[in-house]
């Protein structure tokens, strides 16, 4: 190990006498060279024609790319360049670029080096689309050896940490990435065509309203005050909502100050969207049309592969209760333990659930529910009647109080959205700011602040409204068939190293 380390080493000293040699004949990291296509295009435009086709075809080829395979043979060399994410042969002669520039200048470039090409496309004789290269230039050098592309990047660390490399090596992670920028577009598309308005709001914010997570603090020097990166943009929309406009979005970074796991990083990607005039049942038909409509765009079919599951999302989407949800799949809970205090608790304590006095039935159900239902959702299925302590923000059920007209969405046993009918009664909603700020530790929140702008807002009039927020990253995990949020994030939140 320690001797691969100082091959490693010996390389990188070798490479950088190279570009000192380079800089001292004149190199100076040249940025006028100009590409006409891409390889991506070349493939799928010239892949089918004949080598008969190609030869009159005679087109001049501007190309760039990195080198990634080397095979010279004397006085003719076949190179693989990559570029973005598909890669072509490039035949390179000592005919063609003079022997000067051939011997001197070409047979000394190594792989990771980025050039640029000049030539005709043709085929082998193996029937291999290649490009004849008439001129080569040097525009960027490689001092550091790329990973072995047969073995690629496999240690998941590095490729968190150094993601410019994963991204190199490992093309299948460049197209998810790639996807996930085309999921946001289809996601706007969609937005557009429902004739919503994208909006941006603050991301530090006086007081972190909208969501009970712990936030990220920060100071203003200016103004000398402490602010919070906002754990979710939701008291600001709704303020619009109140404003007048009806139909609005925003896709936005949002800060929870918590733990990091296979789906939840402390930086993410959140779409929230309000309606005004609109309850939860209309959200859930919205979210049913939204992701159909992103998956048909994206692959052209409603079924996508999620881990060993086809997911079908032409099929109506399942819908439960809590309480149902946590009968219909866990045949050892019984209806009548989740009606009584003590059964119930007994029921949290089988499942290491530690249970706080002032619980109610209601929250106690809620643990159970994460705790032994949520992983086994694994097609898209809406639960509803959540309870009203865990939704401060949300409408009370007519019919049954201790509940809220809210629901959220599964999808392959994670939660992907959550929305409710929103709370318009100033007066209510007053009352459980008040009551969460009594709840909440004071290690979370020592002021025990509230966003009373939010309320003055509410006493202007908040018409009947449906809110609605989307974890795009998790989305674009089910999506890609992903199973940790940080594939699909380039740049995830992590330790930092010793």
Request: glycine share 4%; hydrophobic share 35%; with cysteine.
């Amino acid at each position: 190990m320690l001797l691969k380390k100082k091959n490693l080493h010996d390389e990188y000293e070798i490479r950088k006498k190279k570009l000192v040699n380079l800089v001292n004949k004149g190199f100076d990291f040249p940025n006028h060279f100009k590409v006409n296509t891409n390889i991506q295009n070349i493939n799928k435009k010239y892949d089918h024609y004949s080598r008969q086709e190609l030869l009159k075809e005679n087109k001049l080829i501007y190309l760039s790319g990195r080198i990634i395979k080397q095979r010279i043979m004397g006085k003719a060399t076949f190179i693989i360049i990559q570029d973005m994410i598909e890669e072509i042969q490039i035949y390179v002669t000592e005919k063609k670029i003079t022997p000067k520039i051939y011997q001197e200048e070409f047979k000394k470039w190594d792989i990771g080096d980025i050039i640029g090409v000049i030539g005709t496309i043709f085929k082998t004789h193996t029937g291999e689309l290649s490009i004849y290269c008439t001129k080569i230039y040097l525009l960027s050098k490689s001092l550091r050896p790329l990973p072995s592309k047969f073995h690629g990047l496999l240690n998941q660390e590095i490729r968190y940490r150094k993601r410019y490399l994963d991204l190199l090596v490992n093309k299948n992670v460049t197209r998810t990435f790639i996807t996930r920028s085309k999921i946001l577009i289809q996601i706007r598309n969609y937005m557009d065509e429902k004739n919503f308005v994208e909006v941006e709001t603050p991301i530090m914010q006086n007081i972190p309203g909208g969501a009970s997570a712990k936030p990220f603090v920060t100071y203003h020097n200016s103004l000398n005050i402490k602010m919070y990166l906002r754990v979710s943009p939701e008291l600001y929309l709704k303020r619009l909502i109140i404003g007048g406009l009806t139909k609005i979005y925003e896709i936005s970074k949002n800060f929870r100050n918590e733990g990091i796991s296979y789906k939840h990083n402390p930086e993410f990607t959140m779409m929230e969207l309000y309606i005004a005039y609109a309850n939860y049942e209309d959200l859930m038909n919205l979210i049913t049309d939204l992701i159909k409509y992103i998956t048909k765009k994206i692959y052209y079919t409603y079924q996508i592969k999620y881990k060993k599951r086809i997911i079908d999302f032409n099929q109506p989407f399942d819908v439960f209760t809590m309480k149902n949800a946590i009968l219909h799949y866990n045949k050892n809970i019984k209806t009548n333990d989740l009606l009584n205090i003590q059964k119930i608790k007994n029921i949290a304590i089988l499942y290491n659930i530690k249970v706080q006095k002032k619980w109610t039935i209601e929250k106690i159900m809620t643990k159970i529910f994460e705790m032994t239902t949520e992983e086994k959702l694994i097609n898209p299925t809406f639960i509803t009647e959540y309870p009203i302590e865990i939704s401060p923000l949300a409408k009370k059920n007519k019919i049954n109080k201790n509940y809220a007209d809210r629901f959220e969405l599964f999808i392959g046993g994670i939660e992907i959205a959550n929305g409710f009918s929103e709370l318009n009664n100033p007066e209510e909603q007053k009352m459980r700011f008040i009551k969460q700020n009594q709840e909440i530790s004071s290690t979370l929140n020592k002021e025990k602040k509230y966003d009373q702008e939010y309320i003055t807002a509410m006493e202007y009039g908040m018409p009947p409204t449906a809110g609605l927020g989307i974890g795009i990253d998790r989305l674009i995990m089910i999506l890609t068939n992903q199973s940790n949020i940080r594939d699909v994030i380039l740049f995830p939140t992590l330790r930092p190293k010793k």
